[in-house]
């Protein structure tokens, strides 16, 4: 399901914004550029931006390691900036061998918090982070 929606993700970045997303750390810049294009997202939208954008960030971690698409419940839940932060949620996460990666987590906090969410630095510091543990 996050493939079809990182796909989709693909084809509205080229046909609405002319950018070329190809999986690729590349890639981030030119889906920085597609995200402030469209401004600030409406809460009412916001959700369905998250799954579309964070599928297609996601797919860039996936595509560099050997992960898996899990649902997992983001721990300190309380940081995740959601109104009802106390109630856990399953979200779709990245399994990197027992390392969980939340790229739809940054996305959302990128769409609503803004710029200062920086997608490039928050994969420069998982990749850091990777590397560290050997994988």
Known sequence: MMEAYAQEAVRVAEADHGMA???TPDSIPRLETV???RGPVPESEQEEATR???AYYGEVFRRKYPADWIMAVYPGQLNSGRADAETEVAMPA???RGSQV???LK???RLTIGPSEDLMSFYAKVTAALA???Q
């Open 21 to 23: 997303l190809d999986y």
């Open 35 to 37: 995200l402030a294009a």
């Open 52 to 54: 579309l954008w964070g």
């Open 94 to 96: 990245l399994d990197v």
């Open 102 to 104: 939340y790229p739809l």
């Open 107 to 109: 996305v959302f906090r």
């Open 132 to 134: 560290e543990k050997g």
